[in-house]
Nanobody, 125 residues
Framework: VQLQASGGGLVQAGGSLRLSCAAS????????MAWFRQAPGKEREFVAA??????TYADPLKGRFTISRDSAKNTVYLQMNSLKPEDTAVYYC?????????????????????WGQGTLVTVSS
């Protein structure tokens, strides 16, 4: 299984970026796909996750970040708008197997089996 994240870069505060994560080696629709981030000196934190039936977000990021997925391309996206300097972090994509149709979308990183290599997002003030 490989998760290849891309799309990070340097952006000014107030700008936008779209991250992509291409998955291979797994049956995409059988996995919850998620984004986490880790800022310098801080612990990794949940950003957003989704499955075909819906998604969930970290409360502080609702309204600015949007997660989406394209099953035909085995790719999950994270659209980030109105970026702030505190959004500066390495962003990781991750995949967790869907164990049941009623499974709650996990927000703990320990629930995710596969991880991408991360892509750096830097927001300048």
């Amino acid at each position: 299984v490989q998760l290849q994240a891309s799309g990070g870069g340097l952006v000014q505060a107030g700008g936008s970026l779209r991250l992509s994560c291409a998955a291979s080696g797994l049956f995409f629709d059988s996995y919850v796909m998620a984004w986490f981030r880790q800022a310098p000196g801080k612990e990794r934190e949940f950003v957003a996750a989704n499955r075909r039936s819906g998604g969930t977000y970290a409360d502080p990021l609702k309204g600015r970040f949007t997660i989406s997925r394209d099953s035909a391309k085995n790719t999950v996206y994270l659209q980030m708008n109105s970026l702030k300097p505190e959004d500066t972090a390495v962003y990781y994509c991750a995949a967790a197997p869907i164990r049941s149709i009623i499974m709650t979308i996990p927000t703990e990183d320990s629930e995710y089996r596969y991880w991408g290599q991360g892509t750096l997002v830097t927001v300048s003030s």
